[in-house]
């Protein structure tokens, strides 16, 4: 091999790592990483007033009373669907990864027999109320800190109310629906 080829491919290895430090010094011009002035992960923290105040999403929630007032027992089931996994509905069934939810409102809070509920659960006491439902099925962990409940809630007020009216359904002696959504239920029947 001649001096005039072995000049080519030198020549040739040459232009190309000059080329290669070109793009590269381009594209560290073009998408200069910006550097924080701290190291980490800035995380954005909503300011809370003195003494805990609610956010403002659950101030302008309407009552369940109201809600519960256009609340549909069948969309209800539908919605209800996403409990399946650790739920059963039907009278007498077996407790899965959660608890059995027939006749689940008006009953005493952790008594379904068979299961075994969270200290926190155990320690709330009193019946399910249609409010106690509602706050529950928002956030469970809120509502009952300790809870073994993993599920993340439900964020809309009328999903929850055709699911309240749905477990209401189920039993023998519904419990009686608050006076606002009576009344309504009275005026879609005639």
Known sequence: ????????????????????LAINIAA????????????????AVPEQKEGGAAKPE???QPPIEQLLASADVHRGENSAKKCQACH????????????????????????????????????????WTIDDINQFITNP??????????????PKPSERADIIVYLNSLSDNPAPLPKAAEATDTSKSQ
Do not use: H
Request: include cysteine; charged fraction near 15%; glycine fraction near 18%.
């Open 28 to 43: 560290g011009a073009i998408f200069a990483p910006t550097i924080p002035a701290k190291p980490g992960y800035e995380i």
């Open 141 to 154: 962990k809120v509502a009952v800190p300790g809870t073994n409940m993993t599920f993340a809630g439900i």
């Open 88 to 127: 059963t509905f039907n009278k007498g069934g077996r407790p899965l990864v959660g608890p059995n939810l027939w006749g689940v409102v008006g009953r005493p809070k952790a008594s379904q027999p068979g299961f075994n509920y969270s200290a926190g659960l155990k320690a709330k006491g009193g019946n």
């Open 1 to 20: 091999m001649d001096s005039f080829e072995l000049n080519k491919i030198l020549g040739a290895i040459l232009g190309t790592c000059l080329g290669i």
């Open 58 to 60: 659950e101030e302008k």
